[in-house]
């Protein structure tokens, strides 16, 4: 698929993850869990989506601090304040199984993470606009 291509595909599906973010973050009975693995997968694929339209190649991971530092290994300008993203890579993987997990997501903030999408999808889309396609 043409690198472009990709980008577009990734950002589609990045604000799929934000639209669930989004319908369940004001529902008390939402699990923090499911939020914050939206909010990842969301962040994610944005990133992914910055790699691919510069035709950065990038390995299947849901490490968000491996995907800043090949961002910025490659020379894309990538802002302090986007830093926060990588405490959300747990939510990909760890603790999506609450009951081995339990306690260690008692500070997660739901509208940080909302915020935090909403600030990598403004830096993605401005990447992207800047970036002409293939």
């Avoid at 008390?28 to 693995?37: A, K, L, N, V």
């Avoid at 601090?65 to 961002?71: K, S, V």
Wanted: net charge negative; hydrophobic share 40%; with cysteine.
């Amino acid at each position: 698929m043409p690198s472009h291509k990709l980008a577009q595909l990734l950002l589609r599906k990045a604000a799929q993850d934000e639209y669930v973010v989004l319908k369940l973050i004001e529902h008390p009975e939402s699990p923090d869990e499911i939020i914050g693995f939206h909010a990842q997968q969301s962040i994610e694929k944005l990133f992914k989506a910055v790699l691919a339209a510069r035709g950065i190649r990038f390995r299947k991971t849901h490490d968000l601090l491996e995907l800043i530092d090949l961002l910025v290994d490659n020379g894309v300008a990538f802002p302090d304040e986007l830093e926060q993203a990588r405490f959300l890579t747990p939510f990909a993987t760890d603790f999506r199984y609450e009951e081995f997990f339990q306690g260690s997501i008692d500070s997660f903030d739901r509208h940080s993470a909302l915020r935090c999408i909403e600030n990598v999808r403004c830096w993605a889309e401005s990447n992207l606009r800047d970036k002409p396609p293939d």
